[in-house]
């Protein structure tokens, strides 16, 4: 068991080399991976249901400690990425289905990837539990509300649709591992040890299914989605550090901030156009997977060095 849990680790460790190698082989062989489309949402609902088996009522604490800072990371997360996705849709006039998946992308809640890039960032650890779980659990209601109205412009989009997707594909299996870690205790901890690897073959096997399904089309317009996708994470990572600013938090929450802001749970968006819209439109979730596994490390290194002088106001 110690021997799988260290691969687990290690797999953790090395997510974003396997999102880009997978991706790239089901571009280049998109009929081994087409059967995979059909596992996209049961796939995501092991990653919500393992969610649900690491969460912990300490991890809400911090709400009742912090709840403005919790509140203004909320409210940073519904509004930047969403926000700044419609933008970059009506400046570079994009395609109808292009459009969708990427306002899709930037409504959805905040990823656990977050969690872990928030620590080796010395940011609050704390804090990015907080609104990673807060965010995810009012996703049901906000993000179909906020897809339905920023992209109804470019494409039908049902509410209640969307809100009952939801509900089947993230809460429902939260439930269900909160459920299972109170019915089963300590031992518990030993699928806990392999819920990274599970995560990371879960993601890793949603991004192939998505780019597999849609390799003509990323083919014809892929360069123009990773540029939008590009431009989307970068700007909300440094959107999220100045909305932190503005409000006077320590150091060690803007980057909480800047990181929950910046990464988001792309694996719903896949999941949800491709059950609502079309493959194109879940393209750019898949890219978003692959780029924010590889940008969040590399911001989270800068943040890194960046000087802690006021970390003992976060206390």
């Known amino acids: 068991m110690r021997a799988l849990a260290a691969f687990s680790r290690f797999v953790a460790n090395t997510f974003a080399v396997w999102v880009l190698l997978f991706a790239v082989l089901a571009f280049l062989l998109p009929a081994h991976f087409l ?83 928030t620590w080796f960032a010395r940011g609050d650890v704390a804090l990015s539990v907080s609104i990673t779980a807060v965010t995810t659990l009012l996703a049901p209601l906000v993000t179909p509300a906020l897809i339905w109205l920023l992209a109804s412009e470019w494409l ?46 879960s993601i890793v096997l949603i991004v192939a299914a998505v780019v597999a399904a849609s390799q003509a089309k990323i083919a014809e317009s892929g360069l123009l989605i990773m540029a939008v996708v590009i431009l989307h994470n970068g700007i909300g990572l440094g959107l999220g550090y100045f909305a932190g600013r503005l409000m006077g938090m320590p150091l060690a929450q803007r980057k909480t901030l800047s990181i929950e ?55």
């Not at 049902?158 to 300590?186: C, D, N, T, W, Y």
């Not at 988001?264 to 979730?285: C, I, M, Y």
Request: proline content about 7%; charged content about 10%.
């Open 35 to 117: 059967p995979l489309t059909a596992y996209i949402v049961p796939l995501l609902g092991l990653i919500m249901f393992g969610m649900g088996l690491t969460l912990k009522v300490e991890d809400f604490k911090e709400v009742a400690r912090h709840p403005v800072r919790v509140a203004a990371g909320v409210l940073a997360q519904f509004i930047i990425m969403p926000l700044l996705a419609w933008v970059l849709c009506k400046v570079l006039n994009l395609p109808a289905e292009i459009a969708v998946g990427v306002i899709l992308v930037g409504c959805c809640p905040g990823g656990t990837a977050s969690n872990v890039m």
């Open 156 to 201: 039908p989009v049902s509410f209640a649709a969307m809100f009952i997707s939801i509900l089947k594909m993230v809460l429902l299996p939260i439930v269900l591992g909160i459920v299972a870690q109170r019915l089963l205790g300590e031992r518990v901890k030993l699928a806990v040890d392999v819920l990274p690897l599970v995560s990371v073959v």
């Open 261 to 315: 802001v910046g990464m988001q749970n792309s694996g719903l968006g896949a999941a949800l156009a491709s059950a609502h819209f079309s493959p194109l439109a879940a393209v750019p979730s898949a890219l978003f997977s692959v780029w924010h596994n590889l940008s969040g490390p590399l911001l989270a290194s800068i943040y890194r060095r960046m000087g802690d002088a006021d970390k003992a106001q976060s206390q």
